[in-house]
């Protein structure tokens, strides 16, 4: 079980940063000219292309993972943990974007903030996943194995995953970030 929780937790972590790194990278900052508008709208704009690759990773997960009627109850625990992970995350990569002024401090302090965070949040997400896992037979275990290893392997050493479907899997939108 250690092996598939540091799995879980490394892919968390790996889902957590490709989804908001992107964002925060992307972002292209306001000239001084610009209105205040505009600099809402495309932080809008950004909150709204994370939510979607939130949810195409939950969906693609959902259905590369088979799960079942049965399942559903432990997999909206998971995938609501995953949007709440979001959530938390885009505030605060919103805050530390906005942030212009400060100390070196108060940097680092807003960077451990965001480490910490994400922590907490893979913590969260391995201890919603663990029921859902739990209730699997021995081949959808050995499905999410693989995927969540595959998943660390490819994301976080290559940025988004470019998710191998099984015959039949509908992971199209996976990789689209």
Known sequence: MKKI???????ALALSASAFAQTSTSAQPASAAAPAAASAQQATQHAARREARIEERIAYLHSHLKITQAQEPQWKTFADTMRENGETMGHLYRERMASKSG??????????EIAQANADGAKKLADAFEPLYTSFPADQKALADSTFNNWRHTEHHHGPAKHKAAPGAAASGAAAN
């Open 5 to 11: 929780s540091l799995t879980l937790t490394l892919a």
């Open 103 to 112: 100390t070196a401090v108060d940097d680092m302090k807003q960077y451990a």
